[in-house]
């Protein structure tokens, strides 16, 4: 297959009506945090320099797209779509004139990784296939069913079938016409790889993930919900005559230490704090008095114990943001050290710990450099 155009479009069809979520409105308006599902959605996408637009198809009914802020970027147009997932796509592929690279993306997939799709785009064409898409295996017991009476009529060997994910990666004139013909016949495809089947073409899929997860129904987003946990940290002390800050578990050389009772890392106290936070434990102070006990002990060996506390409540740390607050020592010159610092700390990969030092300016304490804080967010998953 010879791809005859460098533009890469992308179609979010987004017209449907979630007619198996018990909501107000669509599904894809649904609150994920700060920002609804489709919002969500579209930001795995909208920064990627691969795609040229971004064409989400909405409902003809619609009144809730053009109140996003992300409905304003540039790169993202809509159309108005059909009564089904096939015609809004159509919708969208008759807006692109020349025949270019599209990919099709479910609007309520909002955990694609951007190495996942920079993947799907790269290996499009490789093997001379009409369309590329994700796949995972089936690890459930496979059954067929009578749809009536719900009795089993015989199990299916799993092993022969795999899951499709999207996004759906091919060219926008055969994916037209494939629909197009799908509709002539009053069939309607289930996603655009059924479409492209059905016209004779070729698919192709790669491995997808587990995580890429489609939110169909309250359950999924409830699940979602409460498989997540953040929260916040915050912790601060004084200087006093010393040899060194610990930071993050490293000992930064400076003229001064931390007037604390334990070695006053307060970046591994911030976070410590986050965690108990996240689960509702109470505070640092709560767990770590300043008794005989704690005297002198290390952040490291604090956040083993904290960190035994958060797993045996079913919880792993999954991301951190840190923000260190003080004037002097200036620790650009040791922040890769401290990130890996923390990484072998929190065993937690080093691009999911995000390192930011601040100065306060000149005020308050920390801007009489009188002491240091640290505020930390963390993010904990079940």
Known sequence: MKIQSNKTYLIIPAAGLGTRFSSDSPKQYTNLGSSTILEKTIECFVHHDNFSEIIIAINKDDKYFNDL????????TRVIGGETRAE?????LKTIKDNSVVMV?????????SS??????????AMDEDILIFGIPVYESLKQIDKDSLFVKKSVDRNKYYLAQTPQITMSQSLETAIELSLKEN????????????????????QGSRKNIKITVEEDLNTILDNERLGNGFDSHRF????????GGLKIPYSKSFLAHSDGDIVLHA???????????GDIGQHFPNTDEWENCSGSKMFSIAYKKIREKGYKLKQLDIIVI????????????????ISQITDLDKDLIGFKAKTSEKMGFIGENEGAACMVLCRLQK
């Open 116 to 125: 996942e799709i920079k993947t799907m785009i790269s290996s499009f064409g």
């Open 240 to 247: 006093k005559d010393g040899d060194g800050l610990m930071i």
């Open 105 to 113: 993306h479910d609007a309520v997939r909002p955990f694609i990784k």
């Open 271 to 281: 976070i410590i704090d986050s965690m108990f936070g996240a689960l509702s434990l």
């Open 69 to 76: 802020e992300i409905a304003k970027h540039e790169k993202v």
């Open 326 to 341: 003080l004037e002097e020592p200036k620790l650009l010159a040791y922040k890769d050290q401290i990130i890996e610092s």
């Open 88 to 92: 809004s796509v159509l919708a969208a």
């Open 187 to 206: 069939f309607v495809p289930g996603d655009e790889s059924e479409a492209i089947e059905r016209a004779g073409g070729k698919v192709r899929f790669i």
